[in-house]
C-alpha cells in the first residue's frame, strides 16, 4: 500500500510540474518577446533615420552625399543636440562596463537609463558617431532584461512552490506574487531548491523568443552573415602563425588606443557637456568630410575591404588609425556607443594594409586577426570577439580570429604588467 501510495503521487506530480512549468513559459513569452520588439524597433528606428538624413535628405536638396560641409553641418548640428540632451536628460547611458555588472549582479537597471539613455544613443548614432550600437543595446535590452529577469524569477520560484506544495499555480499568482499563496501549504523551510532544469527551460525559451523578436523587429537595423570570401588555406600553419602575429599587432595598437584615450582623460577639461559634444561633432565632421569611412560604426567599410577596396597601403593606414583615434574622440567627448565594431572596422583597415607589404599571409588573414586583435584593451573576450566576427561575416574566420583576439589580449595585458 505504501508503494502504490508514493507511486500514485509520483505520477500526480510530473503532469502537475508540466503543467505549472508551462505557466512559466507563458509568462517567458510575455516577458521576453516585447524585450526583443522594442530593442529591434530602436535598430530599425536607428537604421530608418540615419537612412534620411544621409540619403533621402542630400538627394531633395540636390548635395551629394557624403558632401564634405554637408558632413560637418550635420555632425556639428548632431554634437550641439547631444550636448542638449546630455544636459537635460542627463549623461545617461552610462558606462557599458558598469551597466554590465549591475545586470550580472542580478539588479535592475534604472527605468531613466533605458529611455533617456535610448534618446542620447539615437541622437549620437543618428549623426554619425564613430561608434557601434553595442552601448545602447545593453541599456535597452539588457535593461529591460534586468526587469523581465526579476519578474521570471519570482514566477519560477512561485510555481517550483506551489509544485512542491502540490499545488496548481495559476497565471496570476506568476504575475502577481505577493500574497504567494502556494507556498502556504508547507512551510519555506520545507522547500528543496529549485532544480537547474527548472530555470534552464524557461531562460533558453526567453534567449530564443527575445532574439528572433529582436531580429524581426529589426529588419534591415540588423545584419548578419555578410558576404565576404571564406578562409581557405592550403598552408594551413603558416597561415595560422601569421594570423598570431598579426593578432599581436593589433594588441599594440590597443594599447596605443588606451594611451591616446587616457591622454584626452587627462587633458580633459571641466568644459560643459555642450561644448564637449559640439567639439567632437565638428572634429567628427571634419574627419568624416575628409574620410567619409570614418563615420558610423564601420560594419559595411569591413564588408567592403573583405571583397578588396582599392586603397593603396598607405591610405589604409591612416584611415584605420583615424577611425581608431576617433573611438577615442567620440567616448571622451560624451557621445554615446560603443567602441568595439568601431575598432573592428579600424583593425580591419591596418590588417588589410599590412597584408600588402607582408607577402604570404593572405589579405583575408591579415586582415581577420588584426581586427580581432584590436579590441582587446576594451574587451578582453577572446571567444566574445571572434564569435561576433564569424556571426557577422563568416563562420570560416572563427579560427584566425580567435588566435589574433588570444594574442592581442596577451599582449595588452604583458603591457599592462609591465
Known amino acids: 500500500m505504501v508503494g502504490e501510495s508514493k507511486h500514485h503521487r509520483q505520477g500526480i506530480a510530473i503532469p502537475l510540474a508540466v503543467r505549472n512549468l508551462s505557466r512559466v513559459l507563458v509568462v517567458v513569452i510575455c516577458l521576453a518577446i516585447p524585450v526583443g520588439l522594442v530593442t529591434g524597433i530602436f535598430l530599425r528606428a536607428l537604421y530608418w533615420l540615419m537612412t534620411i538624413l544621409w540619403e533621402t535628405i542630400p538627394e531633395a536638396i540636390t548635395v551629394l552625399p557624403g558632401h564634405p560641409l554637408y558632413t560637418i553641418l550635420v555632425c556639428t548640428v548632431g554634437g550641439v543636440t547631444l550636448g542638449l540632451g546630455r544636459i537635460h536628460l542627463g549623461d545617461h547611458p552610462g558606462d557599458v562596463e558598469k551597466l554590465l555588472s549591475e545586470i550580472r549582479g542580478g539588479r535592475t537597471i534604472d527605468h531613466d537609463e533605458i529611455s533617456k539613455g535610448a534618446v542620447n544613443s539615437l541622437i549620437s548614432l543618428v549623426f554619425?558617431?564613430?561608434?557601434?550600437?553595442?552601448?545602447?543595446?545593453?541599456?535597452?535590452?539588457?535593461?529591460?532584461?534586468?526587469?523581465a529577469l526579476a519578474r521570471l524569477n519570482t514566477a519560477i520560484r512561485t510555481a517550483w512552490s506551489a509544485t512542491v506544495a502540490n499545488t496548481s499555480v495559476s497565471l496570476r499568482d506568476l504575475f502577481y506574487p505577493a500574497t504567494d499563496r502556494s507556498a502556504q501549504p508547507i512551510g519555506k523551510s520545507d522547500i528543496p531548491p529549485i532544480p537547474r532544469w527548472w530555470r534552464w527551460i524557461p531562460g533558453l525559451a526567453a534567449i530564443v523568443l527575445g532574439l528572433v523578436a529582436l531580429k524581426v523587429a529589426a529588419g534591415?537595423?540588423?545584419?548578419?552573415?555578410?558576404?565576404?570570401?571564406?578562409?581557405?588555406?592550403?598552408?594551413?600553419?603558416?597561415?595560422?602563425?601569421?594570423?598570431?602575429?598579426?593578432?599581436?599587432?593589433?594588441?599594440?595598437?590597443?594599447?596605443?588606443?588606451?594611451?591616446?584615450?587616457?591622454?584626452?582623460?587627462?587633458?580633459?577639461?571641466?568644459?560643459?557637456?555642450l561644448v564637449r559634444s559640439a567639439v567632437g561633432g565638428f572634429t567628427l565632421g571634419f574627419a568624416g568630410a575628409v574620410a567619409p569611412g570614418i563615420l558610423f560604426s564601420g560594419q559595411n567599410a569591413i564588408n567592403a575591404l573583405f571583397t578588396g577596396l582599392p586603397l593603396p597601403t598607405e591610405a589604409l593606414l591612416v584611415a584605420g588609425l583615424t577611425k581608431i583615434m576617433m573611438v577615442s574622440v567620440m567616448l571622451e567627448t560624451g557621445w554615446k556607443g560603443g567602441p568595439i565594431f568601431p575598432l573592428l572596422?579600424?583593425?580591419?583597415?591596418?590588417?588589410?594594409?599590412?597584408?600588402?607589404?607582408?607577402?604570404?599571409?593572405?589579405?583575408?588573414?591579415?586582415?581577420?586577426?588584426?581586427?580581432?586583435?584590436?579590441?582587446?584593451?576594451?574587451?578582453?573576450?577572446?571567444?566574445?570577439?571572434?564569435?561576433?566576427?564569424?556571426l557577422f561575416y563568416s563562420s570560416s574566420?572563427?579560427?584566425?580570429?580567435?588566435?589574433?583576439?588570444?594574442?592581442?589580449?596577451?599582449?595588452?595585458?604583458?603591457?599592462r604588467m609591465m
Do not use: C
Open 220 to 273: 534591415n537595423g540588423l545584419k548578419f552573415g555578410y558576404a565576404v570570401p571564406e578562409f581557405q588555406s592550403a598552408n594551413l600553419m603558416w597561415h595560422l602563425g601569421g594570423a598570431i602575429l598579426f593578432g599581436a599587432i593589433g594588441g599594440l595598437v590597443s594599447v596605443l588606443y588606451l594611451r591616446f584615450r587616457h591622454q584626452l582623460q587627462d587633458r580633459r577639461g571641466n568644459e560643459n557637456r
Open 128 to 147: 554619425g558617431a564613430s561608434l557601434g550600437p553595442e552601448l545602447a543595446l545593453v541599456a535597452i535590452g539588457g535593461g529591460l532584461s534586468s526587469h
Open 345 to 390: 572596422a579600424g583593425g580591419a583597415a591596418i590588417g588589410a594594409a599590412l597584408a600588402q607589404v607582408l607577402p604570404g599571409i593572405g589579405t583575408i588573414v591579415g586582415l581577420t586577426a588584426t581586427m580581432a586583435g584590436v579590441p582587446t584593451g576594451e574587451l578582453p573576450r577572446p571567444l566574445i570577439i571572434a564569435g561576433s566576427v564569424a
Open 397 to 415: 574566420l572563427f579560427v584566425v580570429a580567435v588566435l589574433g583576439a588570444v594574442a592581442g589580449t596577451l599582449v595588452v595585458r604583458t603591457t
